[in-house]
């Protein structure tokens, strides 16, 4: 398998997946903070995981590979990039005939923690964006109190 994460940081959720992927498997993040995927790539090395890498750059302007990913994912970052329609539609780039675009993200109301509301996208917004970008939507769900997660496949 081939687990895509975009906007990686140093690796919330690339690390846990590339203990679930396994040797047999790759994961691939890219953020903008080299000081966070730097730390990333060392706890990977630290840990053995040689399928895991990661790269420093714009997501709006990169695509880690074309047609490759099982899973493109945006842990709780989708809000946070200068243009997120082009980034997702670079993620259309990425993901395999038959492979699952996750996005996790925050509610937009207030908490005591996180981004401003403001900032954040509601569920519609993000689903709106997932399919202009060429993704037909399969679910949207509450992931605990402070996120929603929709999931959406490559549209034909």
């Known amino acids: 398998m081939t687990f895509l994460d975009?906007?990686?940081?140093?690796?919330?959720?690339?690390?846990?997946?590339?203990r679930r992927v396994g040797a047999s498997g790759l994961v691939c993040g890219i953020d903008i903070?080299?000081?966070?995927?730097t730390r990333l790539r060392h706890h990977a090395a630290e840990a053995g995981m040689d399928w895991v890498s990661a790269r420093a750059g714009a997501?709006?302007?990169?695509?880690?590979?074309?047609?490759c990913g099982d899973v493109v994912f945006f842990g709780i970052s989708l809000h946070d990039f200068s243009d997120p329609g082009k980034v997702l539609r670079n993620a259309r780039r990425m993901v395999r005939h038959g492979g699952i675009l996750a996005d996790l993200?925050?509610?937009?109301?207030?908490?005591?923690?996180?981004?401003?509301?403001?900032?954040?996208?509601?569920?519609?917004?993000?689903?709106?964006?997932?399919r202009e970008?060429?993704?037909?939507?399969?679910?949207?769900q509450d992931c605990g109190p402070y996120h929603y997660l929709i999931l959406a496949r490559p549209a034909p």
């Open 33 to 37: 903070n080299g000081e966070a995927v």
């Open 105 to 130: 993200d925050w509610h937009a109301r207030e908490m005591p923690f996180g981004p401003p509301p403001e900032k954040r996208f509601p569920p519609e917004h993000a689903m709106a964006l997932i």
């Open 6 to 18: 975009v906007g990686c940081g140093e690796g919330y959720f690339a690390l846990p997946a590339a």
């Open 133 to 140: 970008a060429g993704f037909h939507p399969l679910s949207l």
């Open 59 to 67: 997501a709006e302007e990169t695509v880690l590979c074309s047609g």
